[in-house]
């Protein structure tokens, strides 16, 4: 009775934890963020493996070549990279997945080619209560510009500020480095950058909207994009989705945004 309950307990404690977070290293090559014929039959090989995750976390890294502020912006070029790959094979990535661009600031190893990488952080995909769900589709920034006409609009999806401030908080850098990639791959766009702010009855009486649109501007023409593809605008409190002041913390959040215009592409 003793040895059966002894292998029963044996058992139950070498079950695999359900709940276990996985970790994928993507590496890259020097100085660059696309990914290389290496890596993605890695990343293939990985997802045929791993169908029914959720990705909670994605984190860049570079090796120590270079500035500060370069190797950051690059360390989120490639987290955009793999963000966009994952998203373009239907792998799912938590809504409040967190994300970082280390650059070269963490313990770096002595065989360089070892730091520059991309870690993804997965863990089981938790199943969901059966239910007829609405099926909505979602597009990625990339995805919403390369099907975009001059004249349409599109929000910048979750950029935020400090408050009643132009300064982005750090989770919101990734969007920022998408924007950059895109500017990049296609240089006959041109856009309109424009803020909006919520909740302030009196107006926009410091110019947020507009300074939170600058703070764009800037970050791109910083990364060599070319002022003559960029214009900015705030338009503080005139371009509201809802009715101010708003009626709750969603409608203040739908109102405090920034969007970009296609002027030309």
Not at 71 to 80: A, E, G, Y
Not at 145 to 163: R, Y
Not at 248 to 260: A, F, K, L
Request: with cysteine; aromatic share 8%.
């Amino acid at each position: 009775m003793k040895i059966r309950l002894f292998l029963l307990l044996l058992c139950c404690f070498a079950l695999p934890d359900a709940n276990a977070q996985g970790r994928l290293e993507v590496f890259f090559d020097f100085n660059k963020y696309d990914i290389n014929p290496g890596a993605k039959e890695k990343l293939d090989r990985w997802l045929s493996e791993n169908k029914n995750i959720e990705v909670t976390g994605i984190y860049g890294y570079c090796d120590w070549k270079g500035t500060n502020g370069y190797n950051d912006t690059l360390s989120l070029r490639r987290v955009n990279q793999i963000y966009n790959y994952l998203i373009s094979n239907r792998i799912a990535v938590a809504a409040g997945y967190e994300t970082k661009g280390f650059g070269e600031d963490f313990t770096q190893s002595k065989i360089q080619s070892e730091n520059r990488k991309v870690l993804i952080v997965y863990e089981p995909l938790k199943p969901k209560p059966e239910a007829i769900q609405p099926k909505t589709q979602y597009q990625t920034l990339t995805e919403q510009v390369k099907t975009a006409k001059p004249g349409d609009l599109i929000k910048l999806e979750n950029i935020n500020f400090f408050n009643n401030s132009d300064a982005v908080v750090p989770k919101s850098k990734p969007v920022l480095a998408e924007l950059l990639c895109i500017m990049e791959d296609n240089p006959n766009l041109k856009i309109e950058i424009q803020g909006h702010i919520c909740c302030q009855t009196q107006g926009d009486v410091n110019d947020i909207s507009t300074k939170r649109a600058k703070a764009v501007h800037t970050y791109l023409v910083r990364n060599k994009i070319s002022r003559d593809r960029l214009t900015f605008k705030g338009y503080g409190i005139t371009r509201p989705m809802h009715p101010i002041p708003e009626k709750n913390s969603q409608e203040e959040d739908d109102n405090r945004r920034v969007e970009i215009l296609i002027l030309s592409n």
